[in-house]
């Protein structure tokens, strides 16, 4: 089985009012965390993320090839909340010879354009925002507390398989999310899709997809979100996603009696 994990961290501004407060977090437990700690700047008194920039660095980590997690890529992000809307903008580290290297979306409709003219090279209409599933993915992004009841109201109302379970000690919402209503993928094919939601702060703890490939290699991608509390609100600083992919048969000429190892620290 071959496993990727992929790092995203946020060095951002909480953006509320005037007066600043900056927080250096070095997260526990994360390697790729601690040796690259986060800088919170808080700016106001709200007690929520209203709106906010982030400086973002994506590392990775290739179970069949790397030791240790790898710098990858960085973008800049910032995201404000308007009535119900959500707008979300990207600007890609590119460079100048890419024109079109800049994203704004609203979750319905995206647009791709040149920073430097406001020229606007494509239109795009996301499938996702045609789902009944739309409202739950805006809770499924958040950067701090998540509207549980606005999750149970919507699983009421699409008559979806919601639960309270127990999970290391702690009360968690588990949320089924039917193949059927998410957005297609291609000529992939997916098998089951969840949420789980801790109860104790109202904070996405996780998201799990399994999807069954046009070659029938199985794949299954795990989204963990990394909180800090500032301000006694867990603010999102970065997440882990988890890609593991299983393929249907061995390569050719492969030893099926040989050791398996899941990552270098099994190797003796």
């Given at each position: ?44 008194e ?7 920039q ?36 990207i ?12 994203v704004?979306?609203d ?34 992004t ?5 509207n ?19 999970e ?10 039917p ?8 000529t ?48 999102k ?32």
């Open positions: 089985m071959k496993r990727m994990l992929v790092f995203i961290m946020l060095a951002f501004a909480v953006l509320t009012a005037c007066s600043e407060t900056v927080y250096k977090i070095r997260p526990s437990g994360l390697d790729t965390f601690n040796e690259n700690p986060i800088t919170i700047t808080w700016k106001g709200a007690k929520e993320v209203q709106s906010f982030a400086n973002v660095q994506v590392f990775s980590m290739n179970n069949r090839r790397d030791t240790y997690a790898t710098f990858d890529q960085t973008y800049r992000m910032a995201m404000s909340t308007i009535g119900v809307r959500v707008l979300t903008r600007d890609l580290d590119m460079g100048g010879d890419i024109p079109f290297r800049s704004v979306t979750g319905e409709n995206t647009l791709i354009f040149n920073p430097d003219t406001d020229e606007i090279g494509f239109r795009i209409n996301d499938p996702a925002a045609q789902s009944p599933l739309n409202r739950v993915f805006g809770q499924m958040s950067l701090s507390r998540v549980l009841s606005l999750v149970r109201q919507e699983a009421l109302r699409l008559s979806l398989d919601l639960s309270e379970e127990y290391d000690g702690g009360r968690v919402l588990l949320l089924e999310l193949p059927a209503l998410l957005p297609k993928q291609g992939d094919t997916i098998i089951s899709s969840r949420a789980v939601f801790d109860l104790s702060n109202d904070t996405l703890l996780e998201t799990e997809v399994v999807m069954k490939l046009e070659d029938d290699t199985i794949v299954t991608t795990t989204v963990e979100p990394v909180y800090e509390e500032v301000n006694g609100v867990p603010v600083i970065g997440q882990v996603t988890i890609i593991d992919s299983k393929a249907p048969e061995l390569a050719e000429g492969f030893d099926p009696n040989m050791p398996y190892f899941n990552s270098p620290d099994e190797v003796p």
